[in-house]
């Protein structure tokens, strides 16, 4: 089975701190992704990565930034946290193919911003 | 604006019923995938429909998609206690590195 696992289930932080969310994957996936979750709005896309040191913009980057220095780890940076990144941070990763793959999730981090 | 939008919101039923949930897209896709969200977890895939097909079963699961009205319908049958959780669809449109857009959900209540 697909294992995603991300860092941390709960996360307290205060407004300018800098926030590191990482996310593992053990499948050997190329793909990973970043989403924020919020009541309402569904899954936005924040960042996806589809090789090792390459990163896309997704939906809404604006305040994050993400690395991949290796294959299986995927980071989402909060440089300087704002109360409106209080969020469900959520991580998933899948293989590259034609016809289109599943993503496979990590459990999701809490992130709650003071 | 979501690509997928669930219809309805939220939806309370009797353990033993059948629940139904609809998705609108606007864009053409490779195809369309329903995943469940327990309280507080992650997303789960449950099914994965592409363009060129109609119907998919999986177990209690019957999922049916309508190209020419950018529509698809999530149909639980025979629910259970255990079904109780939010439903998303999820469209890909064949960009780079499959990625999916996702509507906003639909809360799913059954009750015992």
């Known amino acids: 089975d697909v294992k995603v696992t991300q860092s941390s289930r709960y996360l307290v932080k205060r407004t300018g701190e800098k926030v590191f969310l990482e996310c593992v994957q053990d499948m050997d996936h190329e793909n990973m992704f970043w989403y924020r979750q919020d009541p309402g709005l569904g899954l936005r896309l924040i960042y996806f990565s589809y090789d090792v040191k390459m990163k896309e913009k997704g939906d809404i980057p604006e305040g994050y930034s993400v690395s991949r220095e290796k294959k299986e780890r995927f980071s989402l940076i909060l440089e300087s946290a704002s109360t409106n990144q209080t969020s469900m941070y959520l991580c998933a990763s899948n293989i590259p193919s034609g016809g289109g793959e599943t993503q496979y999730f990590g459990p999701g981090t809490r992130l709650l911003v003071l | 604006s979501q690509q997928g939008e669930e219809d309805p919101q939220a939806l309370s039923i009797q353990e033993g019923e059948n629940a139904t949930m609809n998705c609108s897209y606007k864009?053409?896709?490779?195809?369309l995938q329903w995943y469940r969200q327990n309280s507080g977890r992650g997303l789960v895939h449950l099914i994965l429909i592409r363009s060129n097909e109609r119907e998919k079963h999986s177990g209690r699961l019957r999922v049916t998609l309508d190209t020419s009205k950018k529509s698809s319908s999530l149909l639980i049958t025979a629910s259970r206690a255990a079904d109780t959780a939010s439903y998303f669809c999820?469209?890909?449109?064949?960009?780079?590195?499959?990625?999916?857009?996702f509507g906003g959900g639909t809360r799913v209540l059954v009750k015992p």
């Open positions: 999820a469209t890909d449109e064949g960009a780079a590195g499959n990625k999916l857009t």
């Open positions: 864009t053409s896709i490779n195809n």
